[in-house]
Structures are given as C-alpha cells and as structure tokens.
C-alpha cells in the first residue's frame, strides 16, 4: 500500500500533522533528516494510524500514491530551500511539494515559479494553530496552482479545523497568496495581543486591579463580543501563580517582548504595498522598544519624567477599556484586510476576503467570534472598501467612541504607553477627517522640491513659483 501524504520534517509541528492525517485514516509517509525522529514517531504514535517511515528521501518518494504529496515543515529560509533541492529531483510532474512552514511569501513566490518550471507544484500553505492546532485541528490557507487544490484540498480540509461541520481550509490564491495571507494572520495577532496587553496595563495601573481580578475581567469579556482564543488564554496568564516565589507569573516575566519576524514582515510590506496597518506597526515597534534594554535603562537611569495626574479615569474604567479594545481590534482587523485585498490587487490573487473571515473562525491564533461578521460584511460587499463602514461595525465604533477616547487620553494624561489604543483612534479620526492637513503637506513639497499639487477647485498638476517675488501659480 502506497501512502496518500508524506511529512518531512518531523520536529514538533510536522509530527502533528503527521499524526493527524493518520487519524483522519491516511497512510502517511515520513521522513526525517535524522531517521531517530521517524523512528520515535513510529515507536510513540504507530497505534493511531498507518504509517510509513522512511530512513532515505527516495525511499520515502518511492512510497508515495501519485500524484505525490509531499509536506515540508522545516524552519523557513536556508532550510526550507535545501528540502525542495533535495526532493524535487526525486519527484515527477504532476507531484506537490507543500510547505506548511511560516515562509516569506516573496519565496515562496520565487519557489513556485521555479518548481513550475519542472512541472511540479508548489504549495505555500500557511498553517495556524500551534502544536494543538496541527494534532487537532489548525486553520490552513494553502497558495498555490488552483489545479493542485483538487488533489490536495480534501485532505487538509480532512484534518483542518471546523465549525459547524465547515473545514477552516480553502484555496486562498496563487502562487504567495496563501502564505502571505497567514502572514497578515500573524501581523493581527500581533495587534490583537498588543491592544489586550494595553488593557490589562490600564486595569491594573489606573484601575488598580490584581492580575487575578483582571483574568476575571477577561473571562467576563470572553462571554461577550471580544470573545477569543486570545482573550481566553489573556484570562489564564493571569491567574497564573508562580510556583517559586507565589507572585502572579506575569510579575516574574521579564517584561521584553520577542518575535521571530512575520509582524515585521506585514509591516514591511504594507510599507511597499502603500496600506497603513498603523496597528500591527505600533504592535511591532512595541515588542520592539520593551526588548531595547539599553535605551530602556538609558531613559530610567536619566529618570525621564513622568505627568503627576491622579491615577482616576473619568468614567466606568473597567465599561470603557472593554469599548476601547473593541473598537481598536476593529481597526486592526480592518486594516489587515485592506492590506490583503491590496496585494491580491497587486499580484492578481483574487482573494475572497470572506473566506478568510471564515477560515480564521476556529484552529487559528486569532480565532473569534467576531470573525463571523467580518465574513458577513464581506459576503454582503466584496469590494468593501474597509470594514470600519460595514454597518454592524459603524455600529460598534459609533457605540465605543466616546469610552474609547476617554481611555486614550487616561492613558495620554498618565503616562501609560497604549500606542494600540492611541494609534488606532488616529487611524479612525484620519478617516473621518473632511480635511486633512496632508495640504499643507503637498504645499511643502512643492515649496522646496518643486513636487507639484492638485487644486479643489479645478483639473491638473500645479506649481507655485515659491522663489520669485509674485509666488505665481503655473501649470506643471
Ligand atoms: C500561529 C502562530 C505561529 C507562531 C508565531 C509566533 O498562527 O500558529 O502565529 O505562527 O506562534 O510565529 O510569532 P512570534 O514568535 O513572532 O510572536
């Protein structure tokens, strides 16, 4: 019996998956660049489905049904490009190497094309979920030829995620197009984990709670419209006890936010792409500031001061930051989308924004409630220009706004860093705004660099002769 899926790469990620699609009846082909893991895996795991372990790569080919579907999860970059040298000369058209890894979408989009060359297809898949997810259940959004959907697609909505029956996997696009929509996920769950951590600071610095009242506080939200994978697991953190010194665990964490990149990633290519996720930026620039301890003990050794404000909150502290993270969140979210359907624009990807609504509802990191409307206000409008004008989402900023303001500028007045919180009203205020003062800004580029400016009040690019006497205005 030939095996329907391989898996190599079998660290902790590749060995669930590999797990996974055994339990979901699959023969399972595996490899390892050391043949220990294979072996554990067998020894471990065997009695939950049939597996074939394989000591050599072509060995491991060799045992595959065709065409073959082979499933790389190896550390992205060097890594990643050394597997596909090493498979695809085993492999013939037709066959499908996946990479299920967190990889750049821009590789993935050279890998493609190169593979394609061969006549073998190429699929970025992004998987979410963590270690639980891929054994139980991860969100996947595989990129990719269209064509190799078919032959692939039944089995990883197999061992995806569901709700309501409905698997959390779907052919997002093209080519980088399903990598780069998990790098988005990443980029939201940055911003998402950014703007509950700016709650619990002001609960707990303005509100004075204890980390156990706040974990309360977000069990509490959990029952609501906030309720989340994150929200949940916020709760949990923060009843934590330390088991060494009895302090709460979030006390006894050095406070330096890590990151292995694919927040940045977003950001740096919502800088190419022109869209402003101000919210995963300042999310990323966070985690970036708490983890610069040199400037951080430069500013406390120099005892940069702080306001002197009382620690009060005109309003319902507890009523308006949950109204503040709604609001925000939204904006995050809206902004992550308006990045992906500008590089679906950008590189011809076609993706339908609901579906990845759809997808994110369960096995991801940023699995929600509010995933449902998202998907909703997408089915109602697919060219949606940005979520914040979808009427339940008007609703609740509308709803949130005054609270939100008053949080922002609790946090403003007693110096409480929440760049989440401030940056996303900036966001929304900008919107809003009839005038922006980006006028005066064009009226500045052509003052010094001669860069021109369009008028209100009538067609074509102008330019004022800011350097001679009259200041006229001519056409440029
Ligand atoms: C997921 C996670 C996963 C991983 C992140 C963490 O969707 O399952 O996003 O990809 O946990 O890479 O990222 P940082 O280490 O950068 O916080």
């Given amino acids: 019996e030939k095996a329907q899926i391989g898996v190599t790469g079998l660290a902790v ?9 055994a339990r979901h009846g699959h023969t399972v082909a595996l490899h390892n660049r050391s043949y220990g893991r294979t072996k554990e895996l067998v020894e471990e795991f065997g009695h939950e489905g049939k597996f074939i372990p394989s000591e050599s790569a072509a060995d491991f080919v060799a045992s595959l049904e065709r065409p073959r579907r082979v499933v790389i999860m190896v550390k992205a970059g060097g890594p990643t490009d050394a597997v596909i040298d090493e498979f695809a000369p085993l492999l013939e058209p037709g066959d499908m190497l996946i990479d299920a890894g967190n990889a750049h979408y821009l590789d993935t989009r050279r890998r493609e094309a190169a593979l394609k060359a061969k006549g073998l297809h190429f699929v970025g898949a992004g998987v979410s ?22 032959a692939l697609g039944p089995l990883l909505e197999d061992i995806a995620a569901k709700v309501d029956g409905e698997p ?11 990598h780069f929509v998990k790098m988005v ?17 002001l609960l707990r610095q303005v509100g004075g709670h204890e980390p156990a009242e706040i974990a309360a506080i977000f069990q509490d939200w959990n029952e609501g419209r906030l309720g989340s994978y994150l ?48 919210g995963i930026a300042e999310s990323v620039f966070a985690r970036a500031l708490s983890g610069g301890p040199d400037v951080r003990k430069a500013a406390a050794d120099a005892g940069l001061p702080g306001p002197t404000a009382e620690k009060t909150h005109a309003g319902d502290l507890k009523a308006d930051v949950e109204q503040a993270l709604f609001a925000s969140k939204i904006v995050a979210y809206a902004q992550g989308f308006q990045q992906i359907q500008a590089a679906s624009k950008e590189y011809g990807w076609d993706i339908d924004p609901g579906a990845m609504a759809k997808i994110w509802r369960a096995g991801c990191i940023i699995r929600a409630k509010f995933l449902d409307f998202i998907k909703q206000a ?48 900036a966001y929304y ?23 021109t400016y369009h008028r209100v009040d009538k067609d074509g690019s102008f330019h004022t002769l800011w350097a001679t006497e009259d200041r006229k205005e001519v056409d440029a």
């Fill in 168 to 178: 959390c996997c779907v052919h997002v696009g093209p080519d980088g197009a399903g």
């Fill in 129 to 150: 979920g963590g270690e639980e997810g891929a054994l139980h259940g991860p969100s996947i959004m595989p990129g990719g030829p269209k064509e190799s959907y078919d």
């Fill in 231 to 278: 929200i949940e697991i916020t709760a949990e953190v923060l009843k934590q006890v330390d088991a060494s010194t009895g302090k709460p665990f979030v006390d006894i964490v050095v406070d330096q936010a890590e990151q292995k990149g694919t927040g940045r990633w977003t950001v740096q290519a919502a800088l190419d792409l022109g869209v402003p996720v101000s």
């Fill in 185 to 201: 996920h990443n980029g939201i769950e940055y911003a998402d984990m950014q703007l509950i951590a700016e709650a619990y600071d």
């Fill in 13 to 21: 990620m590749g060995r669930n998956l590999a797990r996974n699609f």
């Fill in 378 to 425: 997408y089915d109602k409008q697919p060219e949606l220009a940005t979520l914040l004008v979808d009427d339940y989402f008007l609703d609740a900023v509308s709803g949130a706004q005054d609270a939100w303001r008053r949080v922002a500028a609790t946090a403003a007045q007693q110096g409480i860093p929440a760049p989440g919180f401030a940056s996303a009203l």
């Fill in 429 to 451: 205020d900008g919107l809003r705004a009839k005038r922006l003062p980006a006028a005066l800004i064009q009226g500045q580029r052509d003052f010094f660099g001669a860069h």
